[in-house]
């Protein structure tokens, strides 16, 4: 396993402590976000501290080299490629299917007065989908300039 495994989760652990600080060592109204920010610092750094020091040990590096050759055999299926290609194709329409629907539920639910500030609401998730549109056709354009 990489050495930069180990940094990155050290990092992360690093981190959720100083998140962890900050919302012990502060009183305001954002402890619970920091509280959340540090667990999710500190347990996936443990975690991957963890799986560093376990596959590195000399009984482990034959399996670790095996599942590392298993892997970079399934990401490279080209069946597999095509699926996960196309399942984040159907993924992006979806999303953009779902932030359009929301604009229309939050003009509705902003027009019966049920919510306030729906208008930033509605402006908020129009830039969104603004965004993502534009991003999926900078991508494609990228890749496909890319792959001629």
Not at 84 to 108: C, N, T
Request: charge should be positive; avoid cysteine.
């Amino acid at each position: 396993m990489k050495k930069n495994n180990l940094l990155i989760g050290i990092m992360y652990i690093i981190v959720g402590v100083l998140f962890f600080l900050a919302a012990t060592l502060t009183d305001s109204k954002l402890d619970s976000l920091l509280f959340g920010f540090a667990g999710a610092g500190i347990a996936p750094g443990i975690m991957m501290v963890y799986r560093y020091f376990y596959w590195n040990k000399p009984g482990n590096k034959e399996r670790y080299a095996e599942r590392m050759e298993n892997e970079k055999i399934e990401q490279h299926d080209e069946m597999k490629i095509k699926l996960r290609d196309k399942s984040g194709r159907y993924a992006y329409i979806f999303g953009l299917v779902a932030v359009s629907i929301s604009i229309v539920a939050f003009s509705v639910l902003g027009q019966l007065e049920i919510i306030d500030n729906s208008r930033m609401i509605i402006f908020y998730l129009g830039g969104y989908l603004i965004f993502q549109y534009i991003i999926g056709v900078v991508i494609f354009n990228h890749l496909l300039k890319k792959y001629k």
